[in-house]
């Protein structure tokens, strides 16, 4: 079963909130985040993202940015931007994206259950990117990006979390630029605290990895590295765990820089071979499974794969899966989607007419929209022990870098 504990948030001052208050830091480019934190010297991007306070020619991996984050973040702690929480404590995490709600549980996640794969993974991760987090994390001694976590409903939470927000007025209630409102109430009582715990213990066997498996990775691995010096903080890494039923995944879509030699004719012709194609009158977004959308010289197709396109394993069934096998690996020659610098991927949130643009200004030959993966095809790969193929999920809406921070080591 699941171990969870409460932890001394490093949170800001309510009223600095909206400006503290970041886009995570692995959604951003170095160029980016110095326009967003622009004439804002409380963005949390000036600590995940610290680059942008140095040279433009500064390596964004070298010590030197580590340090400045180092730096940075000590200065917020001074000028009492950030504060730490007087006791442990849970958090209530609510976020509406166009009128619809999610909520989860901000909470020490235990490295030791991610060790014994009772937190479970979905992903491969890359080495350069934990490497990145790991010095961050040695660094700085805070874990400043919250790892996304689903579990299968369990009444009793449900009902726990809904009414402790039921007459409380929450720490922070913002809303940010994108329009999405962040909420957050402190479960700051010691017997509601302890029933938290003691439920997920005896009635979550395990939880699910949605978003932040390199964050995850790193956590564990700084632990690992700090051996029998590390903290008891490096024990828990900063999680927010969301019930499955309450949980959006979009579609994660894909732009092909060329056709690998063929038409479109041509290309549509090989691709009939496993596909019904059919002529649509308006861009189109998957409504079911195993449908895909094709963009190609200002015209969309609606492609619905035919049955002996996929297997019903885990994995088999997957229309990412269906897609590799049956037209970008046969079709285009793209053998792999990690490294073939031919495709690029693009999150659902920036909608079908990013796509449109992206093949219409040239930079692109073809674009395919793709039917989200559901969360219970999610869990299934989880629990198989298998991981998905790249750029399978994508989340939305995103928890905010900043208002809720784990430092693993005590400060004064």
């Known amino acids: 079963m699941i171990t969870i504990k409460p932890f001394k948030a490093l949170r800001p001052q309510a009223e600095h909130a909206k400006q503290v208050a970041s886009r995570p830091y692995d959604v951003l480019s170095s160029k980016e985040a110095k326009i967003e934190a622009q004439g804002n010297p409380f963005s949390f991007l000036h600590i995940t993202k610290s680059e942008i306070d140095l040279p433009e020619d500064t390596d964004s991996h070298s010590q030197q940015v580590y340090d400045k984050a180092k730096n940075n973040l000590d200065a917020f702690i001074s000028r009492n931007v950030l ?8 958090y209530i995490y609510r976020l509406i994206m166009n009128g619809k709600s999610q909520t989860g549980l901000v909470c020490g996640s235990s490295v030791d259950d991610y060790e014994n794969d009772l937190i479970k993974k979905h992903e491969f991760t890359r080495p350069e990117k934990e490497q990145d987090r790991i010095n961050h994390i040695k660094t700085t001694g805070a874990q400043t990006g919250n790892v996304f976590l689903a579990y299968k409903n369990v009444a009793e939470i449900d009902t726990i979390i809904s009414d402790w927000q039921t007459g409380k007025n929450p720490v922070y209630d913002l809303k940010a630029d994108d329009g999405i409102q962040h909420t957050i109430w402190i479960i700051n009582d010691n017997e509601a605290i302890q029933k938290i715990s003691d439920i997920f213990k005896t009635q979550v066997p395990c939880t699910y990895i949605a978003d932040g498996h390199h964050r995850a990775a790193s956590a564990a691995k700084v632990r690992t590295a700090l051996g029998k010096d590390a903290p008891a903080g490096a024990g828990i890494f900063l999680t927010t765990l969301f019930p499955a039923s309450q949980l959006m995944i979009m579609d994660y879509n894909r732009v092909v820089k060329d056709l690998n030699g063929l038409t479109t004719e041509t290309l549509l ?3 009939s071979e496993k596909f019904v194609i059919e ?5 189109f977004s998957p409504v079911a499974l195993h449908q895909f ?7 969309w197709y609606q492609l619905t794969a035919k049955e002996n396109t996929y297997t019903t394993d885990p994995i088999g069934i997957l229309d990412v899966t269906i897609l590799q096998d049956n037209f970008l690996d046969p079709i285009l020659n793209i053998k792999d989607q990690r490294t073939d610098t031919r495709i690029d ?6 909608g079908l007419g990013e796509l449109e643009k992206r093949v219409d200004s040239g930079e692109m030959a073809i674009a395919i929209s793709l039917h989200p993966v559901t969360i219970q095809q999610l869990f299934d790969i989880a629990d198989s022990g298998n ?3 790249p750029k399978s999920t994508w989340f939305e809406p995103k928890l905010r870098d900043g208002l809720l921070t784990n430092l693993i080591y005590d400060i004064a």
């Open 269 to 271: 012709e090989k691709a």
């Open 293 to 299: 959308g094709l963009y190609a010289n200002k015209q």
């Open 387 to 389: 991981v998905m193929p």
């Open 279 to 283: 002529k649509a009158a308006e861009a």
């Open 345 to 350: 991927f693009v999150g659902g949130i920036r």
């Open 83 to 90: 504060f730490r929480e007087s006791k442990p404590c849970y």
